[in-house]
């Protein structure tokens, strides 16, 4: 039987049995779906499977019938916007999440008025980035109390930062690149200094620009946070809202300041450096969607495909 039409009579089964709006599957729980397909052709999610540091979006296509669609992936929320495919929303699988199937649920209010749920399971694949080692002067290893102190309370104000979920998608179309230059595919890649394996990946694409190189915005914004940081050198972060946050690393310039809105392109936001602990000049650029960190320029081509103008 075609899935389709199998579908479509589970649903005319599910109205038969659930006819009223005072159902369990009404209040929200949803009729049970399981496997890895998309069972329901109101949504959809693409890619599927989605890789390991990778962006995703579900697209629910019927628009009549949902109204108030909010997401969630990986603990994670998903948030709408009105694209010509439909109801869009991003998510990403964070470079750390351990590959297997997780749940992607989305709650919404049907043309009836009642709460209803999808549910689909994804698969996170995993994807190989890539290890390297270097070595490099053990004192440059070993950090210093006062530098150690230093990198926590930073931490503390970057993750803040990259908490934010300001509710207003402030950016439209595609992302544009940063800066011009040829990028490394150093995503999700992972060290091995002297010897030892550091557990956490490269969160960010580097750029091979030269030091005093512009970089723009690639989409409209707000920066929530500039500074000068132990490990990232001047930085800034900028809140393209639901969730979606870049930051620009190791800058020798920053020509933003904390609250200022900026529009797509609209720069120099800064001048590319060596600030911070690195060896040589080049731009860290990194992308989180509220709180996964995704691979830029995978999610950079997503945005290509978005149709959200
Ligand atoms: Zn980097």
């Known amino acids: 039987m075609p899935r389709v039409l199998f579908v479509s009579l589970l649903t005319a089964a599910f109205f038969l049995l659930f006819p009223a709006g005072n159902s369990a599957w009404a209040r929200g729980a949803g009729p049970a779906r399981t496997g890895e397909t998309a069972l329901d052709p109101r949504m959809s999610i693409i890619p599927s499977p989605v890789d390991r540091g990778g962006p995703g979006r579900v697209i629910l296509s019927d628009l009549d019938l949902i109204h108030e669609p909010a997401g969630v992936f990986d603990g994670k929320p998903i948030f709408f916007f009105a694209t010509r495919k439909g109801l869009t929303g ?11 199937l997780y749940p992607l649920i989305v709650n919404y209010i049907d043309g009836r008025g009642q709460p209803f749920q999808l549910s689909q399971t994804l698969r996170v694949q995993d994807k190989d980035y890539g290890t390297r080692n270097i070595s490099v002067p053990q004192s440059q290893v070993d950090l210093s109390a006062a530098d150690l102190d230093r990198a926590a ?8 930062a990259l908490a934010t979920v300001s509710p207003i998608k402030l950016w ?3 992302f544009l690149e940063p800066v011009k230059a ?5 995503f999700g890649r992972q060290t091995r200094m002297n010897g030892i394996l550091n557990p956490r990946p490269h969160a960010g694409a580097d750029y091979r620009a030269p030091a005093g190189a512009p970089v723009q915005a690639p989409a409209a ?5 500039a500074g000068d940081h132990f490990f990232a050198g001047n930085s800034i972060y900028i809140d393209h809202g639901q969730g979606l ?3 620009y690393f190791h800058l020798s310039k920053i020509l933003v300041s904390e609250g200022q809105v900026l529009e797509k392109g609209e720069g120099p936001i800064g001048l590319v450096g060596q600030t911070g602990r690195v060896t040589g ?3 860290h650029y990194g992308v989180y969607l509220n709180g996964a960190r995704i691979d830029p320029p995978a999610f950079r081509k997503m945005t290509d495909d978005l149709e959200d103008y």
């Open 172 to 174: 439209r179309g595609p």
């Open 245 to 247: 946050i870049s930051m």
């Open 90 to 100: 991003l998510f990403g699988a964070d470079i750390m999440l351990e590959p297997g």
């Open 182 to 186: 040829a990028i490394n595919s150093s």
């Open 153 to 160: 309370k930073e931490k503390a104000l970057t993750d803040a």
């Open 281 to 283: 000049a080049h731009l």
């Open 221 to 225: 914004g707000r920066v929530i946070l």
